[in-house]
């Protein structure tokens, strides 16, 4: 069974940026689009940013133009520039595989996330 360990959180004032780490287990990696999901405190998780086996993006609309999602296919992680920081991307950050065209998640379990805080 696939696992992902997120890191690279903590706690940041309005406008810092982070850098998150998702290293997974297993061989399939390499062959999936790969998505950092966010849950705010109190809220559902939603889904950020994908990149592609090949490295193309995509971003949700309030990160577009300050995440960059990035991928090591050797080392089997996926990582999530962020800058410009807002008090609303507080949350747990997690990586997943995603199927594009469902919007299902590919591996069954979740990792313990990452917790990013942004706030003065």
């Known amino acids: 069974q696939v696992q992902q360990v997120e890191s690279g959180g903590g706690l940041v004032q309005p406008g810092g940026s982070l850098r998150l780490s998702c290293a997974t287990s297993?061989?399939?990696?390499?062959?999936?689009?790969m998505g950092w999901y966010r849950q705010p405190p109190g809220k559902e998780r939603e889904l950020v940013a994908t990149i592609t086996s090949g490295g193309t993006s995509k971003y949700a609309d309030s990160v577009k133009g300050r995440f960059t999602i990035s991928r090591d296919n050797n080392a089997n992680t996926v990582f999530l520039q962020m800058n410009s920081l807002k008090p609303e991307d507080t949350a747990t950050y997690y990586c997943?595989?995603?199927?594009?065209?469902?919007?299902?998640?590919?591996?069954?379990?979740w990792g313990q996330g990452t917790q990013v805080t942004v706030s003065s």
């Open positions: 997943n595989a995603v199927d594009l065209k469902s919007g299902r998640t590919i591996f069954a379990s």
């Open positions: 297993g061989s399939a990696f390499r062959l999936v689009v």
